[in-house]
């Protein structure tokens, strides 16, 4: 494995905008591939019963067989992850989303509250450098800047002092 060193300037290589602007496309990408998979009535997407929201967030429910019913958890959650191998494999390799997603397994509670052999998956799609930080942390150092701007009209008088030397 070949790891470099992070330097002092290394976001002027590889700025952080290239990658939310990586994001955003593969993110496109994922709303393209879902909404043609979906309207493909032969797809694996529909066969395996997957469903989106609004945001593209898969969605299914899984349940196990009634003999899992006596297992550990950790073992039942096993069993879960051996069932939904031929979907990983479908999301991963055909459609080309490996370590895009990111899957979540919840379980699924009768009236009583006690636990069922049903589960709902949801997939979610994976942002790499977009986040809630990223956005706040540029949008205050944007506003801060046209603050400094329009309190100190500090370009104005760099172009008159220019414009005074020729």
């Not at 994001?23 to 043609?36: E, L």
């Not at 991963?92 to 370590?99: I, K, Q, R, V, Y």
């Amino acid at each position: 494995m070949n790891i470099r060193k992070k330097t002092k300037f290394s976001f002027l290589k590889n700025p952080p905008i290239l990658g939310v602007i990586k994001d955003i496309q593969n993110y496109r990408t994922w709303i393209k591939t879902i909404q043609a998979e979906a309207c493909d009535s032969n797809s694996k997407f529909n066969k395996f019963g997957l469903d989106f929201n609004f945001f593209y967030v898969l969605y299914m429910s899984v349940s196990l067989p009634q003999e899992d019913a006596n297992l550990p958890e950790n073992i039942r959650r096993l069993r879960l992850i051996e069932i939904l191998a031929p979907l990983h494999q479908y999301l991963d390799s055909d459609l080309g989303f490996a370590g895009s997603i990111i899957p979540e397994f919840n379980q699924f509670y009768d009236e009583e509250r006690n636990p069922t052999l049903t589960y709902g998956i949801i997939y979610r799609f994976a942002f790499d450098t977009l986040s809630l930080k990223w956005v706040i942390t540029r949008s205050i150092f944007t506003g801060l800047a046209i603050w400094a701007l329009v309190k100190w009209p500090i370009l104005s008088w760099l172009f008159e002092t220019i414009k005074r030397l020729f």
